[in-house]
Nanobody, 119 residues
Framework: QVQLVESGGGLVQAGGSLRLSCAASGRTFSRFVMGWFRQAPGKEREFVATISWSGGSSYYADSVKGRFTISRDNAKNTVYLQMNSLKPEDTAVYYC????????????WGQGTQVTVSS
């Protein structure tokens, strides 16, 4: 079983920054992709960013491109999401997710961390 624990959420003013962390533990795959998703009130969960096992490839939603940066530390089994120039529309519960490098579906999810951006 895999456990994912997010941290770093909170309340920030528009234009501010936050850094989310997600630590993976348990029986992780030998090589795995990690990602961030978010869900705003009344909306469906949406993709934010993913990063490959090596960290050499990353992908972002258009809405966060240029403002958010995903990174990882494989020695710590941890993925980060640096969020800059935050906007009120970034307000959501942010979820960390993990999948095997050969899978197309994220099978493991964290409990989520709330990010609130005030105007």
């Amino acid at each position: 079983q895999v456990q994912l624990v997010e941290s770093g959420g909170g309340l920030v003013q528009a234009g501010g920054s936050l850094r989310l962390s997600c630590a993976a533990s348990g029986r992780t795959f030998s090589r795995f992709v990690m990602g961030w998703f978010r869900q705003a009130p009344g909306k469906e969960r949406e993709f934010v960013a993913t990063i490959s096992w090596s960290g050499g490839s990353s992908y972002y939603a258009d809405s966060v491109k240029g403002r958010f940066t995903i990174s990882r530390d494989n020695a710590k089994n941890t993925v980060y999401l640096q969020m800059n120039s935050l906007k009120p529309e970034d307000t959501a519960v942010y979820y960390c997710a993990l999948r095997s490098e050969v899978s197309t579906r994220f099978d493991y999810w964290g409990q989520g961390t709330q990010v609130t951006v005030s105007s």
